[in-house]
Nanobody, 124 residues
Framework: QVQLVESGGGLVQAGDSLRLSCVASGRTFSRYAMGWFRQAPGKEREFVASISWSGGSTYYADSVKGRFAISRDNPKNTIYLQMNSLKPEDTATYYC?????????????????WGQGTQVTVSS
């Protein structure tokens, strides 16, 4: 069972930036696509961004495209989410995720392992 630990959340003002990190346990990190999801109070969890196991392909929700950037450092078992030009509507708990199977594409439906989440609050 993989363990995913997120960090980097906090309280910021609109227009500010934050960088989230997620460290995964185990020795097979580089075989798995990774992603970020978020859930705001009273709403369903939604896809934010994902990255292929090699890091060569990235995908974004339309709501964050051009503002957020996902990346990974395989030797460090870590993925990142650089969030720029934050808006109040970005306020949510952000979850790191891993695909269920190795070598799977980073489609949102392939994710099945989740971290505990890190809170991001953007004030107006």
């Amino acid at each position: 069972q993989v363990q995913l630990v997120e960090s980097g959340g906090g309280l910021v003002q609109a227009g500010d930036s934050l960088r989230l990190s997620c460290v995964a346990s185990g020795r097979t990190f580089s075989r798995y696509a990774m992603g970020w999801f978020r859930q705001a109070p009273g709403k369903e969890r939604e896809f934010v961004a994902s990255i292929s196991w090699s890091g060569g392909s990235t995908y974004y929700a339309d709501s964050v495209k051009g503002r957020f950037a996902i990346s990974r450092d395989n030797p460090k078992n870590t993925i990142y989410l650089q969030m720029n030009s934050l808006k109040p509507e970005d306020t949510a708990t952000y979850y790191c995720a891993r695909t269920v199977a190795p070598w799977a594409s980073p489609m949102s439906s392939n994710f099945g392992s989740w971290g505990q989440g890190t809170q991001v609050t953007v004030s107006s």
